[in-house]
């Protein structure tokens, strides 16, 4: 069981806190809130398609970790505070509004933007701690968590600040710093000299909700993927395009499919389940693996433009990439989420990853064009649908 409240003790801010009656619904403000994150999904895919490179691809993945840790642990913050309360909403609105200007720095981040970026990450990281401290006051058990992990983001938001300025090789490897460390103080508690770590079991973490958040933002990539190419079919609307954007939105709809369509309400179930667990379980499936998933959905996104403009150019390395490499990169996020959740083997998509993979060289080596390449993923991920009969039922045991 998860530790309780000390009886003596009482939240002084007990109505700023969700009640844990059941799963907690996903309230408006916190969509509201999300729908920043459909400008940096673009922003990011963007920047990805200009800097084609393996240089441009750390950068976009540097750059889509420190976002991700903005927005991850808002979603646990609103985990146990509540945002229709006025404090917790006023809040969520500022995060916004600095979620939307670290988006907007993206493009330049590595140039003129940097030090944008990094005071902009700096003042949510610390800002929402500190506020999150001064709203669970009375409340021990999070208070210890909090306090803990004050020290850890002041340390990885001044990295950050320090690359910016910088800048160059420098800023790529103190931002990539940044981020490791943030790993490791997650993975061990946020341990403090003098005040110990706190302990994922004692997080009181309402798996539940985080499951449905997650949900949430992988809707927001693959809605974003379908913006992109719904702008730039209506920029040249013809036959050609027609038959490209139909390819790109059916890739789009069979990666919703294999998120959605089976393990993710069975998903939500196991992590609302999992008891003393539930802190750990979600840090590694929500934290670490999701972020996986984006990023092959921005990657594929990348690719659907590319399509949209030349579907019938022949496959370079980079669009093979693109397209076949975004559902490979997908599919293995996906394909540990499953096992980490259901402690099972998920061999279609582990045979689906290879095959995407070796594909690329395939499809450049023969000539390939863009929207072949396309077509092979689409196949392929139909097959791990076809392929995919796992699915967990209500009153199915939780996996040990």
Not at 239 to 257: E, P, Q
Request: with cysteine; charged share 10%.
């Amino acid at each position: 069981m998860t530790p309780s409240e000390p009886p003596a003790v009482r939240p002084k801010r007990q109505w700023l806190l969700r009640e844990r009656r059941g799963v907690e619904p996903t309230t408006s403000t916190e969509l509201f809130f999300d729908l920043v994150f459909i400008f940096t999904i673009t922003q990011l895919s963007h920047y990805l398609i200009e800097h084609p490179d393996w240089r441009g691809a750390a950068r976009t993945a540097l750059l889509l970790a420190l976002v991700w840790l903005v927005w991850i642990y808002t979603a646990w913050g609103t985990n146990w505070l509540r945002p229709d309360q006025a404090p917790v909403r006023a809040l969520l609105i500022a995060l916004m509004l600095g979620s939307l200007l670290l988006s907007a720095a993206i493009p330049e981040a590595f140039a003129g933007a940097g030090l944008v970026f990094a005071l902009v990450y700096a003042t949510l990281q610390v800002g929402r701690t500190v506020f999150a401290l001064w709203a669970v006051q009375g409340h021990p058990w999070l208070v210890d968590g909090f306090q803990k992990a004050l020290p850890w983001f002041a340390v990885t938001s001044s990295l950050v600040a320090v690359g910016a300025v910088v800048g160059g090789g420098f800023q790529e490897a103190l931002w990539a710093a940044a981020i490791v460390i943030e790993v490791i103080g997650l993975s061990t508690g946020f341990p403090v000299p003098g005040l110990g770590r706190s302990p994922a079991e004692r997080w009181m973490v309402e798996g539940g909700h985080l499951a449905e958040r997650c949900q949430a933002f992988i809707l927001i990539a693959l809605g974003e993927s379908i913006l992109v190419t719904g702008s730039t079919l209506a920029q040249h609307l013809n036959l050609t395009m027609s038959g490209a954007f139909v390819l790109a939105f059916a890739g789009s709809v069979a990666l919703w499919w294999v998120y959605f369509a089976r393990s993710a309400p069975a998903a939500a179930e196991v992590i609302a389940r999992a008891g003393e667990r539930t802190g750990g379980l979600g840090r590694l499936a929500f934290n670490y693996l999701h972020p996986v998933m984006v990023a092959g959905i921005i990657v594929t996104s990348a690719g659907d433009e590319q399509l949209l403009r030349e579907p019938g150019a022949p496959a370079t390395t980079t669009a093979a990439l693109f397209t076949l490499g975004g559902p490979a990169l997908f599919l293995a996020g996906h394909a540990a989420y499953k096992a980490v959740l259901w402690r099972t083997l998920p061999t279609s998509r582990i045979a689906a990853v290879v095959l995407l993979l070796a594909l690329v060289p395939l499809c450049v080596g023969l000539g390939a064009t863009v929207a072949v390449c396309a077509t092979l993923a689409l196949a392929v991920i139909i097959a791990v649908i076809m392929a995919d009969r796992f699915r967990v039922r209500p009153g199915v045991p939780q996996p040990s």
